[in-house]
């Protein structure tokens, strides 16, 4: 760089030296930015992987329930209302845990946040695990939903302010495939363990979360928003590499806070102005699609559905469960920049349809005692149509078109009101869905089918396509 500058400067004429030196340099360069490169996506790496283990965790809670229904209930002499509190309260835990996290992450730090979910999680897996009767095993299920509704906030934000831009879109997604993980982990220890041992395998991601917040760096864009200037330069350098340029990065970073804090800060009424409206509408929209299609009725209490359908257990169908979540989740990630959101969207809401149709009809069947030989065949193979084509596109789609249709200094507020809508939906389907199964097993799983035809209407009429478009041609879309 030295040496082509100065020549500028002598306008000399030095082309054989040239041809000499500039393989040379080129090669150097080369050597030292790939060192640097593996440096820093070392850091970024780790960083994630630490950040994920609140993911896990994330999954690890909300897939407790379902194998140990029966273990605790017949334990701890639980009837089916004081099951499915114990089952649905951890959504309320999680609905505090949202409206305050955004709160609780600018005041303590994205680290701070992490730690504090952890240690809520801690306490209530320990709850969990020495209870003699239903109010300490509903505290400790609170508290677990408490920490993971900050997880819920605070991981993807911590991943997005850390990656660079070539990563950011695949690191963000190891949030969902790690939830999806975590809670076929569950699904698949508590076939084998009991469930105060599993309430113990709980606590595995938090220590692990602990100890690796003591090694990775805080968010520089926090430490940026608070003007903790020297450790948002050591923070960024030590992700970026210690021989990186950052000035650019940085200058950018400081100039989108500037832009944040010139702009107005929303109220919850701004929301209802006829430019806001519409993406309101879609962004709720789909949260609401999401919950009433019954994901977690049938997730919650997947072993008891199983049993219900005359299997003699229920833990063939659970693992069967756990083990197709995972690889269709990452067939999804793969086919969300390919086939496009609405596509997406569409089929997986069709077969979450046909699958709890299938199911539907084998209850029915079962009911009038004719095709009895193929009633647990037929709702097992219902459930895991479900679940595979909820993996698909249900699960993540919707949270990534809220992230990506709200203009930015709405996008606080918008974003809390629909978690807090989509967090409200899991709790009223957690907590009736054994309600609704006493009722009719039939009629329940019909009734989600037909949410499902509503979806396919609603993403149909309503949401926009966003792959391959800005984050500005997304919203004039959107209020065309």
Same mark, same amino acid.
């Given at each position: 760089?030295?040496?082509?500058?100065?020549?500028?400067?002598?306008?000399?004429? @030095?082309?054989?030296?040239?041809? $000499?030196?500039?393989?040379?340099? @080129?090669?150097?360069?080369?050597?030292?930015?790939?060192?640097?490169? *593996?440096?820093?996506?070392?850091?970024?790496?780790?960083?994630?992987?630490?950040?994920?283990?609140?993911?896990?965790?994330?999954?690890?809670?909300?897939?407790?329930?379902?194998?140990?229904?029966?273990?605790?209930?017949?334990?701890?002499?639980?009837?089916?209302?004081?099951?499915?509190?114990?089952?649905?309260?951890?959504?309320?835990?999680?609905?505090?845990?949202?409206?305050?996290?955004?709160?609780?992450?600018?005041?303590?730090?994205?680290?701070?946040?992490? &730690?504090?979910?952890?240690?809520?999680?801690?306490?209530?897996?320990?709850?969990?695990?020495?209870?003699?009767?239903?109010?300490?095993?509903?505290?400790?299920?609170?508290?677990?939903?408490?920490?993971?509704?900050?997880?819920?906030?605070?991981?993807?934000?911590?991943?997005?302010? /850390?990656?660079?831009?070539?990563?950011?879109?695949? $690191?963000?997604?190891?949030?969902?495939?790690? +939830?999806?993980?975590?809670?076929?982990?569950?699904?698949?220890?508590?076939?084998?363990?009991?469930?105060?041992?599993?309430?113990?395998?709980?606590?595995?991601?938090?220590?692990?979360?602990?100890?690796?917040?003591?090694?990775?760096?805080?968010?520089?864009?926090?430490?940026?928003?608070?003007?903790?200037?020297?450790?948002?330069?050591?923070?960024?350098?030590?992700?970026?590499?210690?021989?990186?340029?950052?000035?650019?990065?940085?200058?950018?970073?400081?100039?989108?806070?500037?832009?944040?804090?010139?702009?107005?800060?929303?109220?919850?009424?701004?929301?209802?102005?006829?430019?806001?409206?519409?993406?309101?509408?879609?962004?709720?929209?789909?949260?609401?699609?999401?919950?009433?299609?019954?994901? @977690?009725?049938?997730?919650?209490?997947?072993?008891?559905?199983?049993?219900?359908?005359?299997?003699?257990?229920?833990?063939?169908?659970?693992?069967?469960?756990?083990?197709?979540? +995972?690889?269709?989740?990452? %067939?999804?990630?793969?086919?969300?920049?390919?086939?496009?959101?609405?596509?997406?969207?569409?089929?997986?809401?069709?077969?979450?349809?046909?699958?709890?149709? %299938?199911?539907?009809?084998?209850?029915?069947?079962?009911?009038?005692?004719?095709? $009895?030989?193929?009633?647990?065949?037929?709702?097992?193979?219902?459930?895991?149509?479900? /679940?595979?084509?909820?993996?698909?596109?249900?699960? &993540?789609?919707?949270?990534?078109?809220?992230?990506?249709?709200?203009?930015?200094?709405?996008?606080?507020?918008?974003?809390?009101?629909?978690?807090?809508? *989509?967090?409200?939906?899991?709790?009223?389907?957690?907590?009736?869905?054994?309600?609704?199964?006493?009722?009719?097993?039939?009629?329940?799983?019909?009734?989600?089918?037909?949410?499902?035809? %509503?979806?396919?209407?609603?993403?149909?009429?309503?949401?926009?396509?966003?792959?391959?478009?800005?984050?500005?041609?997304?919203?004039?879309?959107? @209020?065309?």
């Amino acid at each position: 760089m030295a040496i082509t500058e100065h020549r500028d400067i002598e306008k000399g004429d @030095n082309k054989g030296l040239e041809d $000499l030196i500039d393989p040379l340099i @080129n090669d150097a360069s080369k050597k030292i930015k790939d060192c640097d490169q *593996n440096e820093s996506i070392s850091m970024v790496l780790i960083s994630t992987a630490v950040a994920v283990c609140g993911s896990l965790e994330f999954g690890s809670c909300v897939g407790y329930s379902a194998p140990v229904q029966a273990e605790i209930s017949i334990d701890l002499n639980l009837s089916v209302a004081e099951y499915s509190l114990f089952g649905s309260i951890v959504t309320i835990g999680a609905m505090i845990g949202a409206i305050t996290s955004g709160r609780i992450a600018d005041t303590i730090g994205r680290k701070g946040a992490m &730690a504090l979910s952890a240690v809520f999680c801690i306490a209530g897996w320990l709850a969990i695990f020495s209870s003699m009767g239903s109010l300490l095993l509903d505290a400790g299920r609170f508290f677990t939903g408490y920490g993971i509704g900050i997880f819920s906030f605070v991981v993807p934000i911590y991943i997005a302010e /850390i990656a660079p831009k070539n990563l950011r879109g695949g $690191l963000t997604t190891l949030n969902q495939l790690m +939830i999806v993980t975590g809670s076929s982990i569950s699904f698949l220890l508590g076939t084998v363990v009991s469930w105060r041992t599993l309430a113990l395998t709980g606590l595995v991601p938090c220590i692990f979360l602990l100890v690796g917040l003591m090694f990775i760096p805080e968010s520089p864009r926090w430490l940026a928003k608070v003007g903790r200037e020297a450790e948002f330069e050591r923070s960024l350098r030590k992700l970026r590499g210690a021989k990186a340029n950052i000035f650019a990065e940085a200058n950018e970073i400081h100039d989108t806070i500037l832009t944040l804090q010139s702009l107005p800060r929303a109220r919850l009424m701004d929301l209802f102005n006829a430019k806001y409206i519409k993406p309101v509408i879609i962004a709720v929209g789909l949260m609401v699609c999401q919950q009433s299609g019954g994901i @977690n009725g049938i997730g919650f209490y997947a072993s008891e559905t199983f049993q219900t359908a005359g299997l003699a257990s229920g833990k063939a169908g659970t693992v069967a469960y756990a083990l197709i979540q +995972i690889p269709v989740t990452m %067939l999804g990630v793969v086919l969300m920049d390919k086939s496009g959101r609405r596509v997406l969207l569409m089929v997986s809401s069709s077969g979450t349809f046909l699958g709890c149709f %299938l199911t539907g009809a084998s209850f029915f069947f079962k009911s009038q005692a004719i095709f $009895l030989d193929w009633v647990p065949l037929l709702a097992v193979s219902g459930v895991l149509v479900f /679940i595979a084509s909820f993996s698909i596109g249900m699960g &993540a789609v919707p949270w990534l078109i809220m992230s990506e249709i709200f203009p930015l200094h709405i996008k606080g507020a918008a974003g809390s009101v629909a978690v807090l809508v *989509n967090w409200f939906g899991a709790w009223a389907v957690s907590y009736s869905f054994n309600f609704l199964i006493n009722w009719s097993p039939a009629g329940t799983f019909w009734l989600f089918s037909g949410f499902s035809v %509503l979806t396919v209407i609603f993403v149909a009429k309503f949401v926009p396509e966003t792959k391959g478009k800005s984050l500005e041609e997304i919203q004039v879309s959107i @209020n065309k």
